[in-house]
């Protein structure tokens, strides 16, 4: 059977439409969010098209770059990153070193390392890295008997926690999270036993007031605490979050218009290119527009679901659950941050939040998630 046969009958080209369509409505969601009036940017020299957003031109460029990374994971044979996943991931692990001995110091943060014309963030490397190991290891370990034992967790919670821990000593607790919730989920996927489950609540429970009394930073704990009472420093530590509903709820039904958030464009809305984009959405694009982009993300996680169900061979289906987990732990947090109801961590909304790392890395895995639909039945471990 051709390649070309297979493509035709297996490729999602539902997955393949959202996830390009997603991004670009984020294109103009930021030249919004960045509008300047004042600015004047003649693209390729023409008259006739005038930008007046810095952000949307720098988010095209990486748009293109992340779709080159796409369709060139999407070329690459499954078993390519079965064989090479633990080359990947150490390699990503000496990134997240260098980080913290060469990295550049933005707002308190050493999470980038400066490569002349852009910053990496070996952080997202990560994500797909650890996608990649997980999915190795447990394909080729699975529970003796039906569940995993805590024995049989020790490899698969070492080979996360290490990133995790290299990452909140940046600080970065939100990365960190979310590197923990897609081992997590690559694990609960294939079973674990009840006992543990409840053993590793408790421990989770316990592990908050450790972290309270011994390691969060003070910034992050008044995070913590804004979330409870924003009213006790509006002007100061609530700023952020309380600009935040506001934008949000004055959205109410349709929106405010295009360029006409008040909150965005009159800039009482800090991060609103990055962390706090769903609030730009909100306010211009109203109830309707939110749960309309909404609606691209749940039809995207249902084609990875399918993916899932359909796979041949356990390396591929951990692959798709992986970076289902990556994008939605993204999305959850993010949006519950925004709306007031988690602390802010600083997740970029997947796909529609300005930074290259994280778009590049979002459209390279989800490439890896459409080449198994072309492979599925060229590749079983």
Excluded at 53 to 63: C, E, I, P, R
Excluded at 284 to 299: D, I, K, N, R
Excluded at 324 to 352: C, D, E, K, Q, R
Aim: hydrophobic letters at 55%; proline letters at 4%.
């Amino acid at each position: 059977m051709s390649v070309r046969k297979i493509v035709g009958v297996t490729f999602d080209w539902q997955l393949l439409f959202v996830t390009l369509l997603i991004p670009s409505l984020g294109l103009g969601i930021l030249y919004s969010a960045g509008y300047d009036p004042d600015l004047k940017i003649d693209l390729f020299s023409l008259n006739s098209i005038i930008i007046k957003s810095h952000v949307f031109l720098k988010q095209l460029l990486f748009f293109g770059a992340a779709f080159v990374a796409m369709l060139i994971t999407m070329l690459i044979p499954t078993r390519f990153w079965h064989r090479y996943a633990y080359l990947f991931y150490f390699g990503a692990l000496l990134l997240l070193s260098a980080v913290l001995v060469y990295g550049t110091i933005s707002n308190g943060s050493r999470r980038w390392l400066s490569l002349g014309a852009f910053n990496l963030q070996p952080s997202e490397l990560i994500k797909v890295c650890v996608i990649l190991v997980m999915a190795r290891y447990l394909s080729k370990t699975p529970p003796r008997h039906g569940l995993y034992s805590l024995t049989e967790l020790i490899v698969p919670a070492l080979i996360f926690l290490l990133p995790m821990l290299l990452i909140f000593v940046q600080p970065d607790l939100g990365t960190a999270l979310s590197v923990g919730a897609i081992g997590g989920a690559m694990v609960l996927f294939m079973g674990v036993r009840k006992k543990i489950l409840i053993a590793f609540a408790l421990l989770a429970v316990v592990g908050v007031g450790v972290a309270w009394n011994s390691f969060l930073l003070p910034y992050q704990k008044d995070r913590i605490r804004v979330l409870f009472d924003p009213e006790s420093d509006p002007q100061g530590k609530g700023w952020q979050i309380t600009q935040s509903k506001i934008a949000v709820g004055s959205g109410e039904l349709f929106g405010k218009g295009y360029l006409q958030g008040s909150q965005a464009q009159l800039e009482f809305l800090p991060e609103r290119t990055t962390d706090f984009i769903f609030c730009v959405l909100s306010e211009e694009w109203g109830f309707s527009g939110s749960v309309f982009v909404l609606g691209l993300y749940a039809f995207l996680l249902y084609r990875m679901m399918m993916i899932v169900l359909r796979s041949k061979d356990l390396f591929s289906a951990l692959l798709v659950v992986g970076i289902s987990a990556l994008i939605f732990f993204h999305m959850f947090v993010n949006i519950g941050m925004v709306i007031g109801y988690l602390p802010i961590v600083g997740l970029p909304l997947p796909m529609l939040s300005y930074g290259g790392s994280s778009l590049v890395t979002m459209l390279f895995a989800l490439g890896v998630a459409l080449g198994t639909t072309v492979r599925r039945n060229l590749y079983v471990s």
